[in-house]
């Protein structure tokens, strides 16, 4: 398991991590979702964990990518690479950058 293979000091990683938060709940709050509704349409078991996400204390797992996105009714390709350049900058520039 790695701990920050991104090189990026802690202060980064928590920053690109609020700015993921910031977004996600741009997308909620477009949709006129409340926190709680969101939780429900993802599966999660307590919405604070929607709260943790859009304060940048937490990310969503890979493996709950899809779902997420249905939920916010936005494309998933389109979903996942927006999270890559928060949660993977590294990989993203690779496959992205210009």
Do not use: H
């Not at 980064?12 to 700015?19: D, T």
């Not at 938060?21 to 709050?29: A, I, P, S």
């Not at 990310?59 to 690479?81: C, H, N, Q, S």
Request: hydrophobic content about 35%; some cysteine; overall charge negative.
């Amino acid at each position: 398991m790695y701990t920050n293979a991104q090189k990026r000091s802690l202060e980064e990683v928590q920053e690109l991590r609020k700015e993921a938060g910031r977004w996600l709940r741009e997308l909620r709050e477009a949709k006129g979702l409340s926190q709680r509704q969101l939780a429900e349409r993802t599966d999660c078991e307590y919405y604070t964990f929607i709260s943790q996400l859009e304060t940048g204390r937490g990310r969503i797992p890979p493996d709950r990518y899809r779902l997420w996105a249905e939920a916010l009714e936005i494309d998933t390709k389109v979903f996942v690479r927006q999270l890559m350049a928060y949660y993977d900058p590294v990989t993203f520039e690779i496959l992205f950058g210009e």
